[in-house]
């Protein structure tokens, strides 16, 4: 196919993907009379009326401020967990480990999270820590961790293990040194994007946090806009800038994609 | 005593053990120290298997399984390994004193030179200091003070290389193990690299094991040479002496530019051997052959051994197929009986291709005929 | 030394394996004994009922119509989700100047939340404010309204490939650009046309990747709970909207039979675990 064949198609599907996401944006920053008297012009009247009925709205905060905690924290403890199963994954051989790689790696296939929800529910309700935001996190870091596996295991798998023999043969021996002094520098981007994948993998969650949170204020973002969207509240402005809200931090990953080199992002989720 | 004795060592492919498993066998060899040991032999031998055992990365054979293994290291090794007379076979290769540069490097990208070269001392509970005074020493010794602080991705092959070495050198191990050192070198490199190390070996009392498949780099400057076909050794000698007495046609053909086989029988009683291609050849120069028994016979004819004349009904006659010139001597390739092809030289005239012309196999000296037996285990010359 | 080392590395290892071991088992174990027994009438003792919560799942059509539309709906939408995220990477995986942009548009969706997608292409075909609404009216496909019942497997289905298709877009696009340039240079030096490259080049490299990738998008769009839910299952019940997942959450939150909440995720877990083994199977292996 001709390079410019190429170039148009591509260049117009990602028109046709950016432009409802720009639009939704803009459009939450217009005034909703406009909105419905001539919705496609581009009028400059911009009015953040929406914005600031949004953040004022009663939960709005709390649930900006827990989805922020749950995907940082929810990325970081997965992170902490998977290094040392994947490096031994990746570079250890011990009985059955077919069997056990596979099933850690598809558990979250085999029992998925409609499957499980009514007993973690019931669980964590036993536990006291229903409608709450440890709550969520433990169902989040279940969620995450087999995927973060396969990944975590082909980025220890892309660091070539002579380095490490070589280092042992100069006895830098100990399990500290080689993680820290050796095989951590290399893959210090990688991690990154892995953190962005986990980060993203929270925050965009739905499934759980809906469910686990029974009353509105220890919910998240993608609750918050799923009870605007569900309910009867009609007002499309506000809906419309929460969800701007919401694609704003992907907009912002966007712009620095200029800087952030898209190979280390894909080697992060190569598999090989 | 010997540095370093190999004893035996038979490495498997993995460790169940089947017929055709194993990588090679019956590797035995020892090691002086200030020698440079040269491990010659086609890819894909096992040489690289050989180093590796000697640095400890291939577990030994153990009766017992072992359950939980580092390195996806499927291969298994059984023999000993001595070092100043103590068993190493077991030790772990920290353990071992030995420096190691492997094929492809492996320089620490994301560290500078000067802290790839001075990484091995953090292995030895060094001050900073004293880790810093020695680095210093070693950059000016191998000539690299000027790119002390660039990255891998920065310099030269040729410097990558000198940083590897550094490296392996830098902690004063008594074996050096190098695995094709010169593969991916410039010629000028090439030439610098192994007398370089043979001056350290000397000024140490350390010996170098060197892995390499390129024969003639091996015979300037390696002290003995170990050359290994088919899983097994075929030829343990210094440079000279095998490229004089080749002990099997492998080795005649890879190591002492033999270029010219012929099979036949071999009469002992009248010293003459049948062959298909070249008719009855006359031993005159007995010594050779004299104790050769067996009727089945490869002959090993060097080039420089074979004059080409005028075509003459009395001397066998071919074709010339081929000819170049090389070192101010002129080489033809003759066509024999549909069958062989050999080189011949002749200083005098100028032949053409296609034209006729006959072979007269004039032997004066000793190391012009080499008689091998079909099978590799009887080796027959001197 | 290496034993330490070792010890050290395998201590961590179980301990990190314990939790997410705690995290599957824990739940798996509660739900497997607590699907044979009834809950009591306001908070009275439970009742051990042997198999018949599964029976009474089991003799409901419901779980076979929502696996049927869960077949229907996932098979749709695998298909176009594989068929958008390959055709994209076969148009960037090749430099061009800009490429790095595009490729982010095309990662772009698989950042945001569900709910977000279904709101922007409500808010984009709507026939009274969205850009879209009114060129459909225009083209004639009439008036869409993205919360009618009768458009809710469309609705799903673009919601889902919009939120999906990145997954293999990445996929792809990382296999693809695996492959060495010399093959396309030789091709290029033998003359061969373009689309016979693909076939024959390019094509059999990304097979397994391909293989790997459907099995992966069927298991997790044919569990997913998020769109049907979010097009039409909070207003109401159609047969679209009601998918394995869906209807697992309707048995658990919505009747007061826990028991036959927990039979019916067993029998959800056995299903996928026969449909895991088949692809096995037929696939033997596959590395991607």
Redo the contacts between chains.
Sequence with gaps: ?K?WV??I???S??II??T??I??VI?GLRDVSS??NN??SLDSDLSFENLKVVINLPDFSINLINSILLAILSSIIVII?????S??FS?????YKKYITTI?L??T???????????????LSQFGIINSILGIL?TH??FS??FA?SIGKIIYDSV????????????????R??FF??IF??IKLQYIGLFILIF?IS?????YAF?ISTDSKSGT??VL??TM??GEYNH?GV??AC?SL??L???F??IL??RIK?QYF??S???? | MNLLEINNLKIFRSDILTEQNSIVENITFSVRPGELFGILGPNGIGKSSIANCICGFIPPLRSSKNYFTWGNEQRRMTGEIFKNGVEISNSEPSNRNIGYVPQNLFLYPHMTVFENITFPLYGKNLKQVEINKIGEKILREFDLSEIKFAYPRQISGGQKQKVAVARAIIKDPEILVLDEPNANLDPIYKSELLPFIKKFLRSQNSCAIVITHDPLEASKYFDKIMIINDKIIHQLDSPNNIYNTPKTPFVAKFFSNIENFIEGTYNSDSNLIQSDSLGTIIIEDETNISTYSRPDIICGIRSESLKIIDLNKNFISGKIIDEFQLSGTNFYRIQINKKNIMVATSRNKRYKINQDVSLKITGIRDHDYYFFSNKITHKVSK | MEKIRNRNIIILSILAFTILSMLYIFPVVYLFYNSFFEKGILGGQDRFVGLSNYFSILNSPKIYQSILSSIIFTSASVVFQVAFGLSFAILTYRKFKGVDILRWIFILPYFLPTVVVVIIWHFITDPVVGILGDFLINIGVGPVDFRDPSNSFLAMLLVSVFESFPFCFVLILSRLMLISNDYYLMSMLDGISATKTFAKITFPEIKNTLIILIWLRILITGIKFDVPYLVYGYRGQNFFSETIAVWLYRISFEQFNSGSAFAGAMIIIILIIIVQILFLKIFKKRTI
């Design positions: 196919m390079l190429r170039k198609l591509a260049i599907f990602a993907i950016i409802p996401l639009w939704v459009s909105l419905l919705p496609f967990l998977i290094t040392p199963i490096y031994t570079r250890y051989n011990f009985p850690s598809f558990s296939y085999l029992l998925a999270p409609p499957v499980l929800i009514f007993p973690y529910f019931k669980i433990i870091i279940a961790l087999p596996l070539p293990i002579e380095m490490e023999k070589i280092a042992i043969i100069n006895n830098v021996n100990t399990a040194h080689l002094k050796i520098p290399n993203a925050w965009k969650e739905f499934f469910i973002l993608p806009l799923g969207y569900s499309w809906i419309l969800s919401m694609i931090p992907a907009l990953l966007l994609s200029s898209f894909l080697s989720t190569s598999k090989e």
